[in-house]
Each structure stands twice: as structure tokens, then as C-alpha cells.
């Protein structure tokens, strides 16, 4: 994973663990500690994979050894989405190839979502891997997969173009490969012009349930 502070106070997270940025621990790990970073020396997140992927989801090689390595790394993962979503700052995605499973999910957590036009695959592959979806998982996908692709996308399993993606949710645009890293860094400039203490009011109003509720299925009662 790489973090840079680029002009203009945008902190860039790229994700590079591997072909396929398979998300695991230690990545979900590092990825937290930069979003900490970020709220401290940064106006907005800029967050990306490289060409081709975004991120293939969860390491299913961890998943291969055992519930307990699983959990841990599920656990972190969860974890990870909830700190994104409720980052002070506003977050875009940059999503430049495929996003599957827990990629989807990064996707969802944050503000804007820009992704290459091609022949490109977003899918949550759950069912047909025969994975359950947790209680975070499933507020995610509910609150901001279109209703009408519920049944198709969540449980179904069915794979979205980036074009379908946009019009569905999983992405707010999709545009010209080469453009991605441009227009994301663009929209995320745009936001960062709001009024920064009045952005982060709004946002963590209007996610205000959808918070609670992943908070509760995470930490319980503690």
C-alpha cells in the first residue's frame, strides 16, 4: 500500500498488495492507520488500485485456512469499511479494472466513485461462492444498491458492467480508462471547496443510521 500527500492537501491511498489486491489483515491494517493519518494532514482521500483491478475482494487464500484466520481478517475488514464511510474528510474511489466482492464494498463506503469504461466486472460474488453476507454487509449493499437490482446483485450474484454499475449504484460514473485518475482527482478537489466542518456535519447526519447500525454489529455493547 502507498500513501502520498499530493498537492492541493488530497491523501492518495493506492492499494498494492499483489496481481489481484486481495484484501488481507495486514493490508485492512495499514489501510486504517493511513485513513487516521489522512483526517489529521489531509482535505479529502483519493483512493485507487492500479489498471486493470481495483480489488478482487478478500484473500481467499486466508479464508482456505481456517475460521480463525478468516474471522481475523473478515473482522479487520469490516472495520476497515466502517472507518471509511464514517471519515470526516470526502472520499473518492478511483476504480480502474475489476472490483469483486470486498472491492464492491470499498466502492460503496465512499462519497464519489469513478470507474474505467471496458470490459471490466463488478460483482458481489457471494452467493455463488457460497459466503453468508453480515450484518455490515447487508446495510451497505441495501442502502445504496438501486432496489430494483437487489435480488440480481445481492443475491443472485450477477456481474455489472461499469457502464450498469453506474446506473445501479455501485459507481456514480464510468468514463475513458485514461481519464479515471484525472476526473477522480478532479471530483475530489470539487468537494474538498465545501465547507469542510459543514461537509462532515451533513455526511455523518445522513449516514447516521446506517452507522449506528454497523457500529452495533460490530462492537456489540462495548
Known sequence: MKYELLEGGIAKISLDNGKANAVSFDLAQEFMANLDRAKTESKGVLIAGHVGIFSAGFDL???ATGPEAAHKMVSAGMLLLEKIYSHPHPVVVACEGHAIGMGVFLLLVADYRIGASGE?????PETAIDMPFN??????????IDPLHHTRAIIQSQGYSPAEAAVIGMLDEAVEADQVQDKALAKLTELCELPSARYEENKLFMRAEEIQAIYESLHGDN
Do not use: D, G, N
Not at 120 to 124: D, S
Open 135 to 144: 450484518a455490515t454487509l447487508r446495510i451497505l449493499a441495501k442502502t445504496h
Open 61 to 63: 487464500k486466508v479464508m
Open 120 to 124: 471490466f466486472v463488478l460483482k458481489l
